[in-house]
């Protein structure tokens, strides 16, 4: 367009939008068109949900999880010692890098998480375990409500680190928390356990019907937990 000044050029973006791409507001639960010039949005079909339902990386803190302890000096902490990533980790131990001495137990619990329904989730992290096998680890949960269901025991002297995934799916729909319960007997000196990179992920889909939105313009598909879509040519 012609500036305000005499001569001079000035290039402005246009408004609204020419095609669907740009729309895309990056939502995996919601499929962006462009119709008469206008953005509209509409929600995916099959109960889609975000990839990411909740993560922590320990950098700056807990990321909200619940910390308790039963024996005093004894508790889940953020430690810089070890990480997988980045500078911190959640660390079971007191201040010189032990848990031993005695029984003690203590647990470190999620913030309440609302699992998608339609398609699977699940629960990755890395773990490094130094604790007595069998009489030491960690033990990690679902609690939803006053029932609890264990995923996993992590126990002996691995030493390095590795990483776990387990299913959520049984718990579709439902809000439940993740709870990492330590136990240790006070018998045999260990390092203790450290827990980083957690991530909490759930599935737009697990089939291309829970992708469909009810357009016969487009062909909708499920690809590796995500909803795809596509325009139909002619």
């Keep these: 367009i012609c500036g305000p ?36 949005s509409e929600a995916m079909g099959g109960g ?3 990839a990411t339902l909740w993560s922590a990386g320990f950098e700056e803190g807990l990321s909200g999880m619940e910390v308790r302890v039963d024996h005093a000096g004894y508790r889940w902490r953020r430690d810089e010692t070890r990480a997988k990533e980045g500078a911190g980790a959640l660390y079971f131990g007191n201040a010189f890098g032990t848990h031993t001495g005695h029984v003690t137990t203590g647990t470190a619990t999620t ?41 996993a025991m992590l126990t002996g002297e691995k030493r390095e680190w590795v990483r776990l995934e387990h299913d959520l799916s049984g ?11 330590f136990f240790a007997d006070g018998v045999i000196a260990n390092s203790g356990v450290w827990i980083d990179e957690v ?21 909708n598909r499920c690809a590796e937990g995500d909803c795809l879509e ?4 002619g």
């Design 230 to 233: 596509e325009g139909f040519t």
């Design 111 to 151: 913030p309440p998480l609302l699992l998608p329904e339609g398609g699977a989730s699940r629960v990755s992290y890395w773990a490094w375990v130094d604790a007595e096998e069998g009489a030491d680890g960690v033990r990690l949960k679902v609690l939803r409500g006053a029932r609890s269901t264990e995923l």
């Design 5 to 40: 000044h005499a001569g001079a050029c000035v290039t402005r973006e246009p408004e609204g939008c020419c095609v669907h791409e740009d729309c895309e507001d990056q939502n995996a639960c919601t499929a962006e068109r462009c119709t008469e010039g206008e953005c509209r």
């Design 199 to 219: 991530h909490v992920a759930g599935d737009c889909c697990t089939a291309d019907a829970d992708c469909d939105d009810g357009d016969p313009c487009t062909a």
């Design 171 to 181: 718990w579709s729909g439902e809000e439940v928390r993740l709870q990492w319960s």
């Design 48 to 50: 889609c949900c975000p």
